[in-house]
């Protein structure tokens, strides 16, 4: 069974930071480019950051260069986001993805999301 855990969710002051893991079980993690996407309330979901499957390219959305890193562990099947300065406009549910191989903004699998909420 695939699975696609997120974690590492939570409330966080605006400037503050917080680090999302996402723990990929059931196909090869390795062999996949993966992805977070974000939905915020009310909004249609948005692709933020991608790697690829051996971890030395990374993309980000202009919403969040600068900001936000992305990076991967292969031998433990984990992909991480660590983010920094954070906004009140970065609050949405952020999604774990295995991105289609050949294709572009198109996903295999999916988490189940973790919320992140930045207010004071």
């Known amino acids: 069974e695939v699975q696609l855990v997120e974690s590492g969710g939570g409330l966080v002051q605006p400037g503050g930071s917080l680090r999302l893991s996402c723990a990929a079980s059931?196909?090869?993690?390795?062999?996949?480019?993966m992805s977070w996407v974000r939905q915020a309330p009310g909004k249609g979901l948005e692709w933020i950051s991608g790697?690829?499957?051996?971890?030395?390219?990374?993309t980000y959305a202009d919403s969040v260069r600068g900001r936000f890193t992305i990076s991967r562990d292969n031998a433990d099947n984990t992909l991480y986001l660590q983010m920094n300065g954070l906004k009140p406009e970065d609050t949405a549910v952020y999604y774990c993805?295995?991105?289609?191989?050949?294709?572009?903004?198109?996903?295999?699998?999916w988490g189940q999301g973790t919320q992140v909420t930045v207010s004071s």
């Open positions: 993805a295995a991105d289609r191989p050949g294709s572009q903004l198109v996903y295999d699998y």
């Open positions: 059931g196909f090869t993690f390795s062999s996949y480019a």
């Open positions: 790697i690829s499957s051996g971890g030395s390219r990374t």
